[in-house]
């Protein structure tokens, strides 16, 4: 069984900072994909940042482009999002994503999402 587990998120008033980590453990043969998303109020589930294991550069969303770095670290698959300068409409709850193998299953790989952390932004 795999599981995300995210961290980090909180209220900040706007123009500061909030970093969020997700760490992905189970039974993990390779991930393919790792990231996050957002889902604000009302709206549709978005992609913030995402980095693949190809090799191409980290997928940002254009509104966070300049102010959100997506890195991996620390603990073995473990994830960070740096946010910085923050806005009101960054007001959201961010899910933690990975598209992975796992063991027993190594053909193919399936999406995982953490249960979100909420990031409240305030003026």
């Known amino acids: 069984q795999v599981q995300l587990v995210e961290s980090g998120g909180g209220l900040v008033q706007a123009g500061g900072s909030l970093t969020l980590s997700c760490s992905a453990s189970?039974?993990?043969?390779?991930?393919?994909?790792m990231g996050w998303y957002r889902q604000a109020p009302g709206k549709q589930r978005e992609l913030v940042a995402v980095?693949?294991?190809?090799?191409?550069?980290?997928n940002y969303a254009d509104s966070v482009k300049g102010r959100f770095t997506f890195s991996r670290g620390g603990a073995k698959n473990t994830v960070h999002l740096q946010m910085l300068d923050l806005r009101p409409e960054d007001t959201a709850v961010y899910y933690c994503?990975?598209?992975?193998?796992?063991?027993?299953?190594?053909?193919?790989?399936?999406?995982?999402w953490g249960k979100g952390t909420l990031v409240t932004v305030s003026l």
């Open positions: 189970g039974s993990i043969f390779a991930i393919n994909a």
């Open positions: 980095l693949t294991s190809s090799g191409s550069p980290t």
């Open positions: 994503y990975s598209n992975l193998m796992s063991t027993g299953q190594e053909s193919y790989g399936m999406d995982y």
